[in-house]
Antibody, heavy 122, light 107 residues
Framework: EVFLVESGGGVVQPGGSLRLSCEVS????????VHWVRQSPGKGLEWVSV????????DYVDSVRGRFTISRDNSKNSVYLQMNSLRSEDTALYFC???????????????WGQGTVVTVSS | DIQMTQSPSSLSASVGDTVTITCRAS??????LAWYQQKSGSAPKLLIY???ALQSGVPSRFSGSGSGTDFALSISSLQPEDAATYFC?????????FGQGTRLEIK
């Protein structure tokens, strides 16, 4: 069975930084793109970022581009989201999720972690 | 960016009913659409991908249809456990935008 487990959330002041981790188990990890999706309290889902299976391509929603950096270490079956210059509007539950199909670019997200909470507050 | 508009934003139905949720894209996206179910306090669950392909393990009373700009998720023979919020997501290009969600209440 495939699992994704997020960690690294917490409370941080505006302007601060956090690094989220997403550890994947149960599959050949390096063939799958992995996404970060966030959900503010009581709100809908907002896609944040994606990284390709080999780590060679990454993309971001406009509101975080230049502040967040996605990366992966396939030897550790992990994806990371480095979040700098955090703002109150970044407060959310952050999920990682994988593409359904091996080596696919655009795809549905078939396995999700349970999320890690990021709170940006002074 | 392509915008995804879901309707209705909420609905209420009875056990055994059939309901339909629609999702409209601001530009054509082919068949690159997924539907997710999210129950309170849980992560989203993939129901449908490629507009109409049923994800493994999802009951066959869930079905998806559409292409281009107009899509629909239908749930037949509603069960109490179908109470949840449903989201569409387009994934033909970045950003893979979600719809705003449809909250389904079971009477």
């Amino acid at each position: 069975e495939v699992f994704l487990v997020e960690s690294g959330g917490g409370v941080v002041q505006p302007g601060g930084s956090l690094r989220l981790s997403c550890e994947v188990s149960g599959l050949t990890f390096d063939g799958y793109a992995v996404h970060w999706v966030r959900q503010s309290p009581g709100k809908g889902l907002e896609w944040v970022s994606v990284i390709s299976g080999d780590g060679g391509r990454a993309d971001y929603v406009d509101s975080v581009r230049g502040r967040f950096t996605i990366s992966r270490d396939n030897s550790k079956n992990s994806v990371y989201l480095q979040m700098n210059s955090l703002r109150s509007e970044d407060t959310a539950l952050y999920f990682c999720a994988k593409n359904k199909h091996y080596s696919s670019g655009a795809d549905g997200l078939d396995i999700w972690g349970q999320g890690t909470v990021v709170t940006v507050s002074s | 960016d392509i915008q995804m508009t879901q309707s209705p934003s909420s609905l209420s139905a009875s056990v055994g009913d059939t309901v339909t949720i629609t999702c409209r894209a601001s530009q054509a996206i082919g068949y690159s659409l997924a539907w997710y179910q999210q129950k309170s306090g849980s992560a989203p669950k993939l129901l449908i991908y490629a507009a109409s392909a049923l994800q493994s393990g999802v009951p066959s009373r869930f079905s998806g249809s559409g292409s281009g700009t107009d899509f629909a998720l239908s749930i037949s023979s509603l069960q109490p456990e179908d109470a949840a919020t449903y989201f569409c997501q387009k994934y033909n290009s970045v950003p893979p935008t979600f719809g705003q969600g449809t909250r389904l209440e079971i009477k």
